[in-house]
Each structure stands twice: as C-alpha cells, then as structure tokens.
C-alpha cells in the first residue's frame, strides 16, 4: 500500500478521535448551566447538545477554509506542502495536540481544544520548514486575535444583557407588596431551553470544523482534493458524527460533576450568557474565526455572574483561567514540533510518534475508565469560570463569617 | 509587527463585537420584556378583580405584548442562523 495513503488515513483517524473527544469535553460549555439551573433534565439536555452539534457540523465551512486555506504560507504550500511530507507534518502537528490535550486532561489544567490543535499545527510547520512556512498575520487574524478578544466581548455581552434582564424584570417593593407580584425570572429557564440549544448549535458549527480543516489540509497536501476551497461531503459528515458522538459520550461526565460555582447561577444569567455564548460564537463562524468555544462560554459565564448585583471577582480563580488561555497555544506548538522532529527522523520516528501518541490514549482512557468521578481530572473549564465570581449569597455568607471572626476576635480583646 | 497589524481586517472583529452586543442584549432585553408582559398578565385579575372589564383587557394586552417579544426572539434566532448558513433557505453566499 502507498505510504501516503497510510498517512492520510492515519491523520483522517486522529483527527476524528479529536473531534470526538473535543465534543466529549465540551458538553459542559452548552448544558452545564440548563442543568444547574434545572431547565433541563440532564439526559434529555445532552440528547439536545449531541443534536445540535451533529446539525450545526452542517451550517458552514468558512472555518474550515479558514483552517485549510490560510494558516501555512501559499509560497511553503507550494514547495513542502505536497506529498508525503504534507500528509506528515499534518500528522505531527495532530499528534502533538492530542497528546498536549490528553496531558492537560489528565492534570485538571483549563487548556482549549482548539488552541492545542493551532498550536500543534503551527509548532510543527515551523519545525519541518522554518518560521517562513507560517502565515503570521493570518495566524494573528484567525486564530490569535479572535482569542484574545472574543471571549472579552462575549463577557462584556453577557454582562450587559444580564444587567438588562434583571432591570427589565424588576419589581417594586410596593408591587410586590400589594399583589403578590414576583419576578418571573423563573421563566428563563423556558429561555434557556433555546439558548443552550444555540450554544451547542454553535459549537458543533465551530468546533466540527477545524477537524473538517485539517482532514482538507491532509487531502490537498497529499493530491487527493486539488485545492482547499472546498471540504468533501464525507468529510463534513464523519465530523459531524464524531463531534456528536463524543457530546452524547460526554454527557455523564457533568451529570456526575457539578460544582459549586454552577449552582449559584440563576436562570437570567444562564440565559443570558447562553445568548450571548451562542452569538459570539456564531458571528464569528460566519468570519472564519476559529476561536475556543470554551473560552468563550468561560467569558460569559463570568460577565453574567458580574451582572448580577452583589457578586464579587475571585481574582486568583481568574488569573488562572486567564493564563491557562494564554499558555495553550505556544505549549502545544512546543509539543507539535517535538513531534515534528520525530516523524521528520524517518519511518522509525513516524512510527515512534504514533505509538506514543497511541499509548498516550489507551492509557488516559484506562485511568479515566477507573476513577470515572475524581474530580481532578473532569473539571471542566466552564465550572472554573463560574467559580471566579463570588454570588450575592457567596458574598454575604463570606461576609457573615468575617463578621463573627471580627466580632470574636473583639471579645478577646474585651477579656483581655 | 506593525506592518502585520496594519495588515489584518480589524473591520471583521468589529462585526463581531456590533453583531454579539446588538443582539445578545437585544434578544435578551426583549425576552425579559416579555417575561415581564407575561407576569404582569398572570397577575392583571387578581381575585377582587374578576369579571372587571379592565382587568380583563389588562391581561389581555400584557399577554399579547408578551408572545409578540417571544417571537421576536425566535425570528432574530432564525434570522442570525440563516446568516451563517445562507443555503438553508436557498440564498446563494455572496461569495
């Protein structure tokens, strides 16, 4: 057989695993605030979620072609992107993600799917042909810039809607008084039943997508498809399969883990931040953005917990999300061009790098299959961001506890 | 680096910030809106009230008012998929 074609359909393989495990990881940023707030029953929330990616892998291909088309420079394209060389260092760069993925699984780290496989692809572009090989300012405007800002507009987006609803649904003490008048804020739970839906909608559209681009990638490198402009049918259908797959798989994982920050959130602002998760997201697909859905969840889980009156930043919590995002993507480039320099020492490396990468699954999947509810290991992203702001309650009760520690401490000084 | 700045569509990110501020706090202001519509409606006949034409009419109008902001929401959700996905209703993407 054509050691291309091995290749090829090795990179096809990997990159399917990742699509799935990228829809497993992620059915937290859609239903993770539903079932905290009760809009949905958690089974029937992660049906909705598998749906809805499998649907939303179908909307568009923009991010795709963003991925196929701009990332590596037409002039490296031309001259090392044909060939078995391509097929290979596509294969490092997918190699180096999902073993950087895996890795920050294990450790309970907060790492984006999407950056590891940009950083794995660029980290090994750049081993096989040099800084030259990357297209930077198309680097910088589909992938880097996005991740910096989209997550901040979502928050921000989230944070003023959450203000709206709150202020729109407010009633007066008089109100409430002389006809037992409430909120209704109850209601956006029936909200909430779209808006998760839209997120998830979403992320199969974004997310579905780079696996797409780098299935094309392989495909032109190697002959097969003449140019990335266009993405096969099957190779949005497998996408969209494995995605949906691996949301429906993902499921327990939530059911099983719901933290303390998640609970504290109230049916307008998961509503809220859904809503503006979903659009973000969406907007940004239709512009080729490939950014991190996590993030963006991340940013508006937090701009709804600062929306509502009362709540207050953890700023440790914050910063460790904040640096998690900025780390990913030169760490995976980092572990993309080791696998690089692998796969270019010859058929032995090739080979080397996938049998670890390989082990690296089979065994990540036994110790995840042993202790399936530890908590290190499937916090997910979302509920550390829910955790870096403090509710009203949280508040209150921290503040209760100073109070008494002061009022004790103020004793013994009396006695004394 | 400057000339790599120069070079990327600050333009596109700025559509995505209008596009995301535009409707999420739209979307959402609206469905509050008739959330609030929809509770004033439950609460319009309260027992003393019953049968009181003005009462009634109350209700009436605050429900209307409530399902119109819910299916506002609903054509912007549909409106802003067809954006991204031009072919579901059969329109060619200008490019």
Known sequence: ????????????????????????????????????????????????????????????????????????????????????????????????????????????????????????????????????????????????????????????????????????????????????????????????????????????????????????????????????????????????????????SGGWRIIKTMGTGLSEIRPAQGFASEVATGVAILASSKLGFALSTTQVASGSVIGSGLGRKGGAVRWSKAGQIVVGWLFTLPAAGIVGALSAFLVKAGPVGFIADAVITLAAIIAIFQISKRNKVAHHNVVSEIEGASEVVASPRQVRKAAAKAAKAAAKAGKKKGKK | MLEILNKIEWTALGQVFQATMVFAVGVVGIFSLGIRLLTNAQHAVPGANKGKTSAVRAEVLNRLGAYVAFAVCLVALGWGITLVAPWIFGIEDAK
Not at chain 1, 194 to 218: C, E, P, R, Y
Request: charged share 10%; hydrophobic share 55%.
């Open chain 1, 1 to 248: 057989m054509d050691l291309i074609f091995l290749v090829v359909a090795a990179v096809v393989v990997l990159a399917l695993f990742f699509d799935f495990t990228n829809g497993f990881h992620d059915t937290a940023n859609a239903m993770a605030t539903p079932i905290a707030t009760g809009a949905l029953k958690p089974k029937v929330a992660v049906g909705i979620a598998a749906v809805m990616n499998l649907l939303g892998a179908f909307l568009s291909t923009e991010v795709a072609k963003a991925i196929s088309v701009s990332l590596i420079h037409e002039d490296a394209q031309a001259t090392l992107f044909v060939g078995v060389t391509g097929a290979q260092m596509v294969f490092a760069g997918l190699t180096g993600a999902i073993l950087w993925n895996l890795t920050t699984w294990f450790l309970g780290l907060p790492s984006s799917s999407s950056h590891a496989l940009f950083g794995g692809l660029i980290g090994a572009a750049i081993a096989f042909a040099g800084m030259d090989a990357v297209n930077t300012p198309k680097v910088l405007e589909k992938v880097v810039i996005p991740a910096l800002f989209a997550p901040a507009i979502a928050g921000l987006a989230a944070f003023l809607a959450t203000r709206a609803a709150y202020l729109i649904t407010a009633r007066s003490q008089k109100a409430r008084s002389k006809s037992g008048i409430g909120t209704g804020r109850n209601k956006f739970k029936i909200g909430q039943i779209f808006s998760s839906s839209l997120v998830a909608l979403s992320h199969g559209t974004n997310d579905a997508q780079k696996t797409m681009g780098v299935i094309t990638l392989v495909l032109v490198a190697a002959g097969f498809q003449s140019d990335g402009n266009h993405v096969e049918f099957w190779v949005v259908l497998t996408s969209a399969l494995a995605i949906a797959l691996g949301t429906y």
